[in-house]
């Protein structure tokens, strides 16, 4: 059975950072590109960021990029996004996902295959 769980959702303050982490389990974690999305009230779910299977490319949308940073340990089936400067608008449930690729194609945000429930990060201004 597939699991994926993420955590270290917060609520910090205008620029501040945060660590998120995903584990996934129950799937051969080294062959899959991984993202991460989110969610705010209201609105649609966006594509955040993609690594691909190795750790050699990645993707961000345009509004996190130069202040988010994702990461992944295969030894240890973790994926991270580093978030810095982090902005009120960042506000979202974020979540986790595995790809069913290894590489963050042009479709990389529908190639999703597994995901995580969420973890909550809230940013005060």
């Known amino acids: 059975q597939v699991q994926v769980v993420e955590s270290g959702g917060d609520l910090v303050q205008a620029g501040e950072s945060l660590r998120l982490s995903c584990t996934a389990s129950?799937?051969?974690?080294?062959?899959?590109?991984m993202a991460w999305f989110r969610q705010a009230p209201g609105k649609e779910r966006e594509g955040v960021s993609c690594i691909s299977w190795n750790g050699g490319s990645t993707v961000y949308t345009d509004s996190v990029k130069g202040r988010f940073t994702i990461s992944r340990d295969n030894a240890k089936n973790t994926l991270y996004l580093q978030m810095n400067s982090l902005k009120p608008e960042d506000t979202a449930m974020y979540y986790c996902a595995a790809s069913r690729r290894a590489l963050c194609g042009t479709s990389w945000d529908r190639d999703l295959k597994y995901w995580g429930v969420g973890t909550q990060v809230t940013v005060s201004s």
């Open positions: 129950g799937l051969t974690f080294v062959n899959a590109a």
